[in-house]
């Protein structure tokens, strides 16, 4: 407890932290980048010719250049998870349906790389 109020190590995972040491509680730069700011973007994938996926900002209105078709639907579930999906019992469950009903839709969290790549052409 005293490492950390001294600012040797981070507050959140306990790593040490580099010099010069501020005094009071910080986070390494691991910690930092888990709490960045995220970017919430719509996923919607539907069965034709492959599961295309497109992409909508938060308010469903306005669409991100970069569009996808995977052969595969496990790819659905990585894209999701690597999205920050979170893949609880019931989430995997509504993908299944979805991927059943040919269409579906999940919300993802993506960080500041992953959001930069999807507004590439």
Known sequence: MRRRREGKICCSCGSNLPLPHAYGERYCV?????????HRVY???MLRDGWYCQFLE?????PLPRKVTLDDP???YEMAERGGYKMTLENR???DRAIE?????????LTQE????????
């Open 101 to 109: 009903m040919g269409r579906g839709s999940v919300w993802l969290d």
């Open 74 to 76: 496990a790819k659905i």
């Open 114 to 121: 992953q959001y930069r790549k999807l507004t590439k052409h």
């Open 58 to 62: 938060e308010d469903l209105k306005t």
């Open 30 to 38: 691991h910690c930092l980048e888990a709490k960045a700011p995220r």
């Open 93 to 95: 469950q509504s993908i």
């Open 43 to 45: 996923m919607h994938f």
